[in-house]
């Protein structure tokens, strides 16, 4: 009896957590949330040559595993757009990407990157812009695949606001904040 009510009261401590990430934390955001905001965020216009970025990797139990600056440099033609990614990180490691974006007429995105296991899906709505994707880590990071869900937000300056976690059976083992902007000219 004492087991049972051990397991049952630990079943409904499961389905809470479950319910309260699922319904009111990050991944709760649907792009619709945002689209009545005044600013309105377009991939062909704001991620657009060349760009700086700035950020932070937070590892499994929220500390600071991780910090980078990137530049990126994008180009579009019509709704296909290509971005090249440069990192450096404080550990030395440098690492390269590039993306193959789609725009489809109704804000829906398809992206590709030799990282990625399959295609990355999301939209762009308002003033943000969602992707879900499964990147393979490099051999180095263990080579793992981890479920990723992207979110950029347009700030009222310009500046772009990444913020990204990644699962991996489902349990969040890393999370990303970002910043990007115009390149500031040298």
Same mark, same amino acid.
């Given at each position: 009896?004492?087991?049972? #009510?051990?397991?049952?009261?630990?079943?409904?401590?499961?389905?809470?957590?479950?319910?309260?990430?699922?319904?009111?934390?990050?991944?709760?955001?649907?792009?619709?949330?945002?689209?009545?905001?005044?600013?309105?965020?377009?991939?062909?216009?704001?991620?657009?040559?060349? /760009?700086?970025?700035?950020?932070? /990797?937070?590892?499994?139990?929220?500390?600071?595993?991780?910090?980078?600056?990137?530049?990126?440099?994008?180009?579009?033609?019509?709704?296909?757009?290509?971005?090249?990614?440069?990192?450096?990180?404080?550990?030395? %490691?440098?690492?390269?990407?590039?993306?193959?974006? %789609?725009?489809?007429?109704?804000?829906? /995105?398809? #992206?590709? #990157?030799?990282?990625?296991?399959?295609?990355?899906?999301?939209?762009?709505?308002?003033?943000?812009?969602?992707?879900?994707?499964?990147?393979?880590?490099?051999?180095?990071?263990?080579?793992?695949?981890?479920?990723?869900?992207?979110?950029?937000?347009?700030?009222?300056?310009?500046? /772009?606001?990444?913020?990204?976690?990644?699962?991996?059976?489902?349990?969040?083992?890393?999370?990303?904040?970002?910043?990007?902007?115009?390149?500031?000219?040298?």
């Amino acid at each position: 009896m004492m087991l049972f #009510a051990f397991l049952l009261g630990a079943a409904v401590v499961a389905v809470f957590i479950f319910i309260l990430g699922r319904f009111f934390g990050f991944k709760a955001q649907r792009a619709g949330d945002y689209v009545h905001s005044p600013m309105q965020f377009d991939l062909r216009r704001h991620l657009n040559g060349p /760009i700086d970025c700035e950020g932070i /990797i937070y590892g499994p139990t929220g500390r600071v595993s991780s910090r980078f600056v990137g530049r990126f440099h994008a180009s579009w033609q019509g709704n296909s757009g290509r971005m090249t990614e440069r990192f450096e990180y404080d550990s030395g %490691t440098v690492q390269e990407r590039e993306w193959y974006l %789609t725009l489809s007429e109704d804000g829906a /995105i398809k #992206a590709d #990157a030799a990282d990625l296991v399959g295609s990355g899906s999301g939209r762009q709505l308002g003033s943000a812009v969602h992707l879900n994707y499964k990147i393979q880590l490099p051999d180095a990071a263990g080579g793992h695949v981890l479920s990723t869900t992207d979110w950029m937000y347009l700030g009222p300056n310009g500046v /772009i606001v990444n913020r990204s976690q990644f699962r991996k059976f489902g349990l969040m083992v890393g999370e990303l904040v970002a910043t990007m902007r115009p390149a500031s000219a040298a």
